[in-house]
């Protein structure tokens, strides 16, 4: 049985839904040698999230945004905690909603994730700046 961890901070990106699934390989090679496992992925932050979603149509991705954007709106007077600005709740309440981490099985060597499926990361902030991730890897 191996145990291997890696942290590392995922590029800066705009609000939004973005798929990161290569660049978590790409940060995380050692996965090419679990035969068995399991990759936990976490994100260490309050105002983005991660999930597991379409990778193919970039359209969903825009209509996550779209969803959310409407249902958590950027309405400051709203909200109490807006000490950075009016996305500044509104993205504690979206990476509630969403979650900070995700599972994903690991077969042969890659995320055993289903043809249409990828890992995003959801920035919930305009300008979110970098964003620090851990995967864990437990394997053999």
Not at 52 to 64: L, P, T
Not at 89 to 99: D, E, L, N, Q
Not at 108 to 123: A, F, I, P, T
Not at 132 to 140: A, K, P, Q, S, Y
Request: charged share 25%; net charge negative; glycine share 8%.
């Amino acid at each position: 049985m191996k145990i291997i961890q890696k942290e590392f901070s995922l590029l800066p990106r705009k609000r939004g839904f973005h798929l990161i699934t290569g660049e978590i390989m790409n940060n995380v090679p050692e996965i090419d040698d679990i035969k068995t496992g399991i990759a936990h992925i976490m994100i260490k932050h309050t105002s983005a999230s991660i999930t597991i979603n379409e990778n193919a149509d970039k359209s969903v991705r825009k209509d996550m945004e779209n969803y959310f954007n409407n249902s958590v709106p950027d309405e400051i007077d709203l909200y109490s905690h807006a000490q950075e600005g009016p996305d500044d709740m509104t993205a504690h309440i979206k990476s509630t909603i969403i979650g900070n981490n995700i599972s994903i099985p690991i077969t042969d060597g890659k995320l055993n994730l289903g043809m249409w499926q990828g890992v995003y990361l959801c920035e919930h902030r305009n300008s979110g700046g970098t964003r620090d991730v851990v995967v864990t890897i437990i394997g053999e």
